[in-house]
C-alpha cells in the first residue's frame, strides 16, 4: 500500500519552523533544495514570489508551533503584531546556521543579478551617450575583476537564466569567461581589463543589423551571412564613438578570427591574433554553441567542449583551448551527466584549480513524498565519478521535470570553498 502523502498548507499561511516541500525543478527556485524546513521571514518572502498557491509539508519534521491550526507565537508572521511581509526579519537565535556553500550561492546569485543589472542598462545608454555607457562598462569591469582576483581560488557556477535579453547575458557569459581564461593563462590586470570590456561590447554592433539576422530567425543565407559579419565593423565604430582604448578595439576587430584563417572579416591567422582577441574568439565560439539565438539549436556544455576538440581545434590556438577545456573541466556548469552509480545529475559548478571532480546535483526517487535532488562535491565522494554525458532528452521524464535542466546556460565566477570544510551531500 502507497505511504499517504504529505498535507497541503496555503502559502499564505505559511511560518517559520514549517517544514514544506517545493514540487518545481531545483532551478525553477532560489534555494538550496526542494524540501526543507522555513527558518527566516526571508524564505517565506521568497516563496510568495513564486506564485504558488499551496505547498505539501511534513507534520513530523515542522516544529510545532508552526503547523497550520496551532497557534501563533508572538512576532510570527500570522500573528497581526508581526512586521508585513515585505519587511523581512532576521533568523530565530534558534535557527540553523546558514552553511558556506548557501552563503557563497547566494552572494553569487546577488553579484550576477546586480552585473546583469549594470550590462542592460549601459547598452540602454549606449545610443544616446554612448561615452557614458562606455564607462559604466569600464566600471562594471573593474568590478568584476577585483572580485575575481580577490578570490585565491574561483568556482564557476551555473545559474538561473532570469533574463530575456539574450543579447545581455551573452555579453556577461563570454566577458564572466574570457575573465576566468586570461587569469588561467596568467593575463595582467590591464589585459584582463582590455579582454573584459571587449568581452561586454564584442556585439554591440549587432543593434545596426536589420532584425531578422540580427536574431537568425532563419538561417541565413550567403547574402544575409554578408550582412551578418557586418556587425564586426559596426561594433568597432560604436567602440570608437564610445572613445574605447587600441587594443579593446582590436579585441573587438577580432572576435571572429579563427587561427586557421577560416575568420572573418579579414581571414587572420594565429600569429596574426592578439592575445586578447584569441580568447575572445574562443570564449564566443563557445557560450554560440550553448546558447545560440534558437535554443533548439543547443547544444549541451559538454558537447560544445567535445566540438570545440574534435571538429574546430585548429580554429583556435592551441595553448588557448589546452587551458579553457582544463578550467571547464571535461564535464562544465550546466552538463547533464549520470554518475557511477547509475543516478542522474546536472554539473552546477566546477572549481577552476580542481576540474575534474565538480559539485553536481542529483536526482533522487522518494516513493512517499516528491521526488528531491541533493547536492554532491564530488570531491569528497572518492567512489563517485561521472560516467558519462547526456542530452536532456535522454533523461526519464521524472527526471527531466525534477532536474529541470534549462535551454540556456549563465554563469558567473565565484570563491571556491574549501572542500575539507562543507558538508558534502545536502537535501
Known amino acids: 500500500m502507497p505511504e499517504p502523502r504529505p498535507p497541503t498548507v496555503a502559502v499564505s499561511e505559511l511560518r517559520v519552523g514549517l517544514y514544506i516541500y517545493l514540487d518545481r525543478g531545483w532551478m525553477d527556485h532560489p534555494f538550496l533544495r526542494n524540501h526543507f ?3 527566516t521571514q526571508e524564505q517565506i518572502n521568497s516563496i510568495h ?9 511534513a507534520p513530523e519534521l515542522s ?11 508572538e512576532g510570527s508572521p500570522t500573528d497581526p503584531t508581526a512586521p508585513p511581509a515585505s519587511a523581512p526579519r532576521a533568523a530565530p537565535a534558534s535557527a540553523d546556521p546558514v552553511d558556506p556553500w548557501t552563503k557563497s550561492c547566494s552572494r553569487c546569485e546577488r553579484e550576477h543579478a546586480a552585473s546583469r543589472s549594470a550590462v542592460k542598462a549601459a547598452f540602454e545608454q549606449l545610443p544616446s551617450t554612448p561615452v557614458a555607457a562606455a564607462q559604466a562598462s569600464q566600471a562594471l569591469v573593474q568590478t568584476l575583476i577585483g572580485q575575481m582576483l580577490e578570490q585565491q581560488e574561483s568556482a564557476l557556477r551555473l545559474l538561473a537564466d532570469t533574463s530575456a535579453d539574450h543579447r545581455v547575458q551573452h555579453a556577461l557569459n563570454v566577458s564572466v569567461l574570457s575573465l576566468l581564461l586570461g587569469r588561467a593563462l596568467g593575463l595582467p590586470a590591464d589585459e584582463l581589463h582590455t579582454l573584459g570590456l571587449a568581452g561586454l561590447l564584442h556585439d554591440v554592433g549587432k543593434i545596426d543589423l536589420p532584425e531578422q539576422v540580427r536574431y537568425q530567425i532563419a538561417a541565413l543565407n550567403a547574402s544575409h551571412q554578408k550582412i551578418y559579419r557586418e556587425h564586426v565593423g559596426y561594433s568597432l565604430a560604436w567602440g ?4 574605447l582604448a587600441a587594443p579593446v578595439l582590436e579585441a573587438i576587430a577580432q572576435h571572429h578570427e579563427f587561427a586557421d584563417g577560416s575568420g572573418f572579416p579579414q581571414a587572420l591567422r594565429a600569429e596574426q591574433i592578439g592575445n586578447a582577441g584569441g580568447i575572445l574568439a574562443l570564449v564566443n565560439h563557445y557560450d554560440s554553441l550553448c546558447n545560440p539565438h534558437n535554443p533548439l539549436e543547443a547544444v549541451t556544455p559538454h558537447e560544445a567542449l567535445s566540438i570545440l576538440f574534435s571538429q574546430h581545434k585548429t580554429r583556435h590556438k592551441h595553448h588557448t583551448l589546452s587551458a579553457f577545456i582544463r578550467m571547464m573541466g571535461i564535464y562544465p556548469p550546466g552538463s547533464v551527466v549520470q554518475l557511477s552509480d547509475e543516478r542522474y545529475a546536472v554539473v552546477v559548478s566546477v572549481n577552476a584549480a580542481r576540474p575534474l571532480k565538480p559539485e553536481v546535483m542529483v536526482y533522487e526517487f522518494r516513493a512517499a513524498h516528491a521526488d ?4 554532491i562535491d564530488l570531491q569528497q565522494e572518492p567512489q563517485l565519478s561521472i ?9 526519464p521524464r521524472p527526471v527531466l521535470l525534477c532536474l529541470s535542466p534549462k535551454p540556456r546556460y549563465c554563469y558567473f565566477f565565484e570563491r571556491a570553498l574549501d572542500p575539507a570544510g562543507r558538508a558534502g551531500e545536502r537535501q
Request: glycine share 8%; no cysteine.
Open 240 to 243: 570608437r564613438r564610445m572613445g
Open 63 to 73: 516544529d510545532a508551533h508552526a503547523l497550520p491550526g496551532a497557534a501563533a507565537p
Open 49 to 57: 514570489s513564486l506564485g504558488l498557491q499551496e505547498l505539501r509539508y
Open 37 to 39: 524546513k522555513i527558518t
Open 387 to 395: 560516467q558519462r554525458s547526456l542530452r536532456p532528452q535522454q533523461l
Open 372 to 375: 528531491v535532488v541533493h547536492l
